[in-house]
């Protein structure tokens, strides 16, 4: 095996390792992408290293700085495993990271069981998680009518304020709620060219007021809600199937979500919508320091 330091030009052979970790541990698509990966191994203030044996590259692991974090990510090839080659890496890279400023924080799109216990024996603490659904659009859609009274409309350029309302309504009471300005909500929700307007649909009532939303991007749902007065009403069923519906009349295969582990509610709704759990993501803080 050799250790070398990964550079831009290696980012193609990060992303084989990384859809070959995926076909194992399950991933978000999107997070095997050269631009996700790319923003993550090559750029100012990234240092990335990896491990290669006869060529192939069987581990990378990168230390970057976001927020105000220096942030550690890593990979193992799955047949690769068991053999001390991931301690080596995540040692090798918290040493990296405790040279700079700032917290430090471990990031990984699937974690497994194994993962787990080497990062709490290196006195991490998981500070977040949330299980990434996927759904086959070419299976049947359950029943899922609007209330009465509801009108639905499409994202468009006038009602993006509304939007807004609806979605700050709807989340405001979740634990973790962030607290954005609409003007950084709207930009994280539609700021992507995945984006998808024809998707993301928001709920209305006679006197025009919001009372849910689901917004959406190429394969991916990306929020669904409704404000406390209408839940338990089948208002967020029935605006997700409208939106699935429409991604699979446009040639969609699959569809996929985040769900936050302490979001049961959201996560019940998902599985009787015939999603299914493919992968978990999640963070890790540094609680001490343990040599």
């Known amino acids: 095996m050799e250790w070398a330091e990964l550079s831009v030009a290696d980012v193609p052979a990060v992303v084989d390792l990384a859809v070959r970790c995926a076909a194992v541990d399950g991933a978000l698509s999107a997070t095997t992408s050269p631009g ?11 240092t990335a290293v990896g491990v290669f044996h006869d060529g192939l590259l069987i581990a990378s ?13 890593g990979q193992v090839d799955p047949h690769r495993r068991g053999r001390g080659l991931g301690t080596a890496l995540l040692d090798r890279l918290l040493e990296t990271a405790r040279r700079r400023a700032g917290g430090l924080r471990v990031e990984t799109e699937s974690l497994t069981p194994a993962a787990d216990v ?24 359950p029943e899922a009518a609007f209330p009465a009274g509801v009108e639905v409309e499409e994202w468009n350029d006038t009602n993006r304020a509304d939007f807004f309302e609806a979605y700050a309504s709807s989340f405001a009471d979740r634990p973790g709620f962030p607290g954005w300005s609409r003007d950084h909500w709207t930009d994280w929700t539609a700021g992507d060219d995945d984006f998808r307007p024809p998707y993301s649909l928001l709920a209305r009532s006679a ?23 209408w839940r338990h ?59």
């Not at 692991?61 to 990510?73: A, P, Q, Y």
């Not at 009372?211 to 404000?227: K, M, N, P, S």
């Open 36 to 46: 996700f990966l790319g923003r993550r191994y090559a750029g100012e203030g990234v």
């Open 233 to 291: 009403r089948g208002l967020g069923r029935a605006l997700a199937v409208t939106a699935l519906t429409r991604m699979r009349d446009a040639g969609e295969p699959e569809v996929f979500l985040d769900v936050n582990l302490n979001n049961p509610a959201s996560a019940t709704l998902f599985r009787g919508l015939g999603f299914t759990p493919v992968a978990r993501r999640a963070r890790y803080e540094l609680l001490r320091d343990v040599g």
């Open 61 to 73: 692991g990168s230390v970057r700085e976001t927020g105000g974090s220096t942030v550690v990510t």
């Open 207 to 229: 006197d025009g007021s919001a009372l849910g939303f689901v917004t959406c991007a190429r394969d991916f749902l990306i929020q669904v809600g409704a404000v406390p007065s």
């Open 118 to 141: 080497l990062f709490t024996s290196r006195g991490l603490r998981r500070t977040f998680a949330e299980d990434v659904m996927r759904r086959d659009l070419r299976a049947p859609f």
